[in-house]
């Protein structure tokens, strides 16, 4: 059996685990987060970084440490006097001269024996031109401070198919810095999304209008009453309710005035607190439910049309045919019902009882919904699939740099977000003008001229341009160990949702100001 | 101690040409925003370099990433504090340790690792407990930055700093920066004692921990951690008497774990794993490498003033997309510990002196001490007149709350 709702009684409170071994007891505190199947999406996934800097190491690290299958460093270059001094992954002094590359998969390599690290010393140029599929065959690429020519080559290829891995482009100078996911599709099941799924109290199945109706509240013991549970109660006084107003919900505000005074007037005694709780959650009786807006927006996306769905490759869309397929048939139009039910006052018996019925009703419905399935799909990932559909995610992105190519988009950025966008504006500068030589730092006024070029002579830059301009020509080439340090931490942090698609990754550029510390998203 | 003898690395033949090439970018001339106080150039390294000395609390994923941090960016005197010995789950993220330095304090280890990795640098481990040190020890530093994971840890030494501070002497006022992280959540924030805003003036933002009430526990149990939470604090107890429960035994907990999943057998509840039972009395948080690598930011930035400080609370989020927050908390007037104000408060002329205690101890003012239980069913009013004062103290916090009682109806 693939998961515990569908575990008879005996299985699921029976089967006694021993001790964890070491590797779930090393992976503790991050297996809370993503559970076995993220940890197995890390482990079977295939890394590649674009440079040894200690923006590129600091992002591996943290990589490295959760468990990552496989990283590659892909870079030439052989350690300067500056790449000791802010590198943790280099041995300081004596790393100087030899290849960054392989001095850092060392290194980073003590972090956790499980995982394998490559160095390859070739130029990204060669390998572009004669062996594309290298860098095609990882699952996500990133690349930072990587020169802009060589970017729009890289990003290009991987643009290419739907296949292809997903490019990180990080930048980062002094201060500063931003980053951005070039993605074509992402679909997310697991989001951990923070809203629950209804009850479906206002739409009760039978089998739970049947019980809240069958039991005798007068008939109960103060012991008992104090603990029937909320849903029971709500769908009781609804049921009343709607029998003496001619079938419909309390609409108007008196109406769901009365209607709460109507719970507490059930109480036999004061201190009933499961009536209180129910007279709280009487809001569910007048929140239809229905299909979530978001998710009916996705039954419309252009992967569910037939001549996609023939060629379609991901179980995600098959799901959602399956949903959509589902929602309009099914007499409640709803989506499956969810097996799990919050804690509530109550006692074990009566909670335990209605936690039967939502169960045992799910499983009908995740049966009715299977089948609507055209293709076999993994019973694991149904059970998800249906215990996560109020929350399913898809994003489409957009090649690396087309923000910068939309006039009209940057001009609307620059004056909603000017901070932001002139941070970004500043990056992309000095992309444009830094071509490998790094002994001549561009001024403010190069810096602010190839802005112009960006966003049209005839825009006004907002006073922030000042800000972002003067910082960049004050460090166009610091790669500051603390920057690199954050950066690690929120580029890893997004590479693995985008690895296990789990959580939501960012949309857009991401943009870092480690002067006034804040974050911010443009462009998305 | 005071004693300890300050050994000086200046600039040693570790030095390299080239070495600081990013760090003084920075240093060598202002930006755009950088404070007017700022002086560019031989004078801040010199200090960032020879003279500053700064003390690191907490060597586990906050402080391993703190102290990476600090030596790269050219900090050479580094004290470090922690009284913990390393465990496997820390291996996926404290990066400083290795499986074969389990069992092994994690300040030893972590200043080890650092002098090694960073020439010229020198931590100075202490395997132990902040409260050992006294205030001539906490005089020495120029700043102070915690990586704590516990709420009265991080009390203790805000109340210590902000006792420090003798306004004749602009030294003694040592800058504090703190941090937490709890899953992709994290938390940084730069405390100046008596200046800004300070931990204790926002005990009310924490989070309050998941407590089950012990009549579910004991009679109506229906969720997993109910069957749990029975295992450990009424069978624990009875069954092993005065033997203290240790979370880190596997052992025990596995004890725990048969107890809770025979529990739940015999109610039908579903759910009861050995992750969870350690998750639950251990109030496991998840942590990743990633979070940690927020907040080592700030003490480069204070010590040099080559950037603006936070001013003086940041929180990222990136459980959906990147979100992050910064605002300037603002001091509380009643604040116990940098406050000065007497706390006024009205209750009725019936509380007993346990009513008042709880109601403290749920705001986290303090604890129960052990001298107050004889009084306990007393009434408040009987001991204390109207509009009188009571001093209240707790034995784990450097400080003392004065409360202004009046009654309510006088």
Redesign the interface.
């Known amino acids: 059996m693939s998961s515990?709702d569908s575990?008879d009684?005996e299985t699921?409170?029976?089967a006694?685990?021993?001790?964890?071994d070491?590797k779930?007891?090393?992976?503790?505190?991050?297996?809370?987060?993503w559970a076995a199947t993220g940890q197995s999406a890390l482990e079977s996934s295939r890394v590649l970084l674009i440079s040894g800097s200690?923006t590129s190491t600091?992002i591996l690290?943290?990589l490295v440490?959760?468990?990552i299958g496989h990283f590659t460093i892909l870079d030439h270059a052989k350690v300067?006097?500056?790449d000791?001094?802010?590198?943790?992954f280099l041995?300081?002094?004596n790393s100087?001269g030899k290849y960054r590359a392989e001095e850092a998969v060392r290194l980073l390599g003590?972090?956790?024996?499980s995982v394998k690290g490559c160095a390859d010393t070739r130029t990204l140029e060669s390998i572009l031109e004669s062996d594309p599929e290298w860098i095609t065959s990882f699952t996500i690429v990133i690349a930072h401070n990587l020169d802009h020519t060589l970017l729009n080559k890289l990003s290009a290829l991987l643009w290419k198919d739907t296949k292809y891995p997903p490019l990180v482009v990080v930048r980062s100078a002094?201060?500063l810095a931003d980053f951005y996911i070039q993605f074509r599709e992402h679909t997310i099941i697991e989001?951990?999304?923070?809203t629950s799924p209804s009850l479906r109290i206002d739409k009760p199945f039978p089998a739970l209008r049947e019980h809240a109706l069958s039991l005798e509240f007068e008939k109960m013991d103060s012991t008992e009453h104090g603990?029937i549970p909320y849903v029971v109660i709500l769908v009781r006084a609804l049921e009343n309710w709607k029998e003496s107003h001619g079938g419909s919900l309390p609409k108007s505000y008196e109406e769901r005035q009365q209607f709460k005074e109507g719970v507490l007037a059930l109480k036999v005694k004061e201190d009933e607190e499961n009536f209180d709780e129910a007279e709280a959650q009487a809001y569910r009786c007048w929140t239809e439910t229905k299909v979530p807006s978001e998710i009916t927006a996705l039954f419309s996306d252009p992967a569910l049309s037939t001549e996609a769905m023939d060629s379609n490759r991901s179980p995600f869309f098959h799901l959602l045919a399956a949903l959509k397929e589902y929602t309009e048939q099914c007499d409640t139009h709803t989506l499956p019902l969810t097996s799990t039910l919050p804690?509530?006052k109550?006692?074990?018996h009566n909670?335990?009882r209605l936690q039967r019925l939502y169960k045992t009703r799910a499983e009908e419905e995740k049966q009715a919904f299977k089948s609507y399935l055209r293709v076999p799909v993994d019973d694991a990932m149904v059970d998800s699939f249906v215990k996560n559909a109020h929350a399913l995610v898809v994003l489409r992105g957009k090649p690396w740099g087309t923000f910068n190519e939309d006039k009209a988009a940057l001009v609307k950025s620059l004056s909603a977000m000017p901070k932001e966008t002139c941070i970004h504006l500043a990056l992309s500068a000095l992309s444009l003008l830094q071509v490998g030589d790094t002994s001549v730092s561009p001024s403010a006024e190069s810096i602010r001229a190839k802005i112009q070029t960006i966003v049209g002579q005839s825009t006004e830059l907002p006073a922030d341009a000042?800000?972002a301009i003067?910082?960049i020509a004050?460090?166009?080439?610091?790669?500051?160990?603390?920057t690199a340090?954050?950066l690690?931490?929120?580029v890893?942090?997004?590479v693995?949702k985008m690895i296990t698609k789990q959580?939501?990754?960012?949309?857009g550029y991401?943009v870092i100001d480690?002067?006034?510390?804040?974050?911010?998203?443009i462009g998305a | 101690m005071a004693t300890e003898i300050h050994v000086n690395c200046a600039a040693t033949s570790?030095d390299?040409?080239?070495?600081?090439?990013?760090?003084d970018?920075?240093l060598d001339?202002?930006?755009?925003?950088t404070d007017p106080s700022f002086l560019a150039g031989d004078e801040v390294k010199d200090f960032l370099r020879n003279k500053c000395k700064i003390l690191v609390i907490g060597a586990g994923g906050l402080g391993c990433?703190i102290l990476?941090?600090l030596a790269?960016?050219g900090f050479k005197d580094i004290h470090l504090i922690d009284m913990d010995t390393i465990d496997?789950?820390n291996?996926?993220?404290q990066?400083l340790f290795?499986?074969a330095d389990v069992g092994r304090p994690k300040a030893i280890v972590a200043a080890e690792y650092v002098m090694k990795?960073?020439?010229g640098v020198k931590v100075t481990p202490y395997y132990g407990k902040i409260q050992d040190k006294d205030d001539d020890y906490y005089s020495q530093f120029n700043l102070v930055i915690c990586g704590l994971d516990s709420v009265e840890a991080r009390r203790w030494i805000n109340a210590t700093l902000v006792n420090l501070v003798d306004p004749e002497n602009p030294e003694s006022l040592k800058p504090l920066i703190d941090g937490g992280t709890e899953?992709?959540k994290g938390q940084a924030r730069v405390i100046l004692p008596t200046v800004s805003s300070c931990y204790e003036c926002s005990l009310d933002m924490l989070n309050k921990p998941t407590t089950f009430p012990i009549c579910t526990i004991a009679?109506?149990?229906?969720?997993p951690e109910h069957c749990i939470e029975w295992a450990s604090v009424l069978e624990w107890p009875r069954v092993h008497g005065d033997k203290k429960l240790d979370t880190d035994d596997?052992e025990h907990?596995?004890w725990l774990?048969?107890i809770a999943?025979a529990r739940?057998?015999e109610?039908?509840?579903?759910?009861?794993?050995?992750?969870l039972t350690?998750?639950v009395v251990k109030n496991?948080?998840?942590?990743?490498?990633?979070?940690?690598?927020?907040h080592?930011?700030y003490a480069?930035k204070i010590a040099t003033s080559s950037?603006?400080y936070?001013n003086n609370y940041?929180m990222?989020i990136?459980?959906?997309?990147?979100?992050?927050y910064?605002f300037e908390h603002e001091k509380r007037d009643h604040c116990p510990v940098c406050g000065g104000e007497a706390l006024e408060i009205s209750i009725s002329r019936d509380w007993t002196v346990e009513q008042l205690i709880e109601m403290l101890t749920e705001k986290q003012y303090m604890y129960l001490e052990k001298a107050t239980r004889p009084n306990l069913e007393k009434k408040v009013s009987d001991l204390v007149p109207d509009g009188g004062e009571v001093v209240v103290t707790a034995s784990t916090l450097p400080f003392s709350l004065s409360l202004i009682v009046t009654y309510k109806g006088m």
């Open positions: 515990q575990q009684i699921a409170t029976t006694i685990e021993s001790a964890p070491t779930t007891r090393r992976y503790d505190r991050q297996l809370r987060l200690a600091s690290k943290n440490l959760p468990g300067s006097h500056s000791a001094g802010n590198n943790f041995e300081g002094y100087i003590e972090l956790n024996d002094g201060f989001s951990h999304s923070e603990h804690d509530m109550s006692d074990t909670y335990i000042d800000n003067g910082e004050r460090a166009p080439f610091s790669e500051l160990p603390n340090a954050f690690g931490g929120m890893a942090q997004e693995i959580y939501v990754p960012v949309k991401c480690l002067i006034d510390t804040w974050t911010g998203t | 570790s390299w040409q080239d070495r600081y090439y990013h760090v970018q920075i001339r202002p930006g755009p925003r990433e990476a941090n790269l960016t496997i789950s291996l996926n993220r990066f290795r499986p990795r960073v020439p899953g992709f009679n109506t149990p229906r969720l596997p907990i596995g774990y048969s999943a739940a057998k109610f039908k509840i579903e759910g009861v794993t050995w992750s350690q998750g496991v948080i998840p942590a990743i490498a990633s979070t940690n690598a927020y080592c930011w480069f950037a603006a936070l940041f990222l990136g459980t959906e997309g990147v979100y992050s910064t």
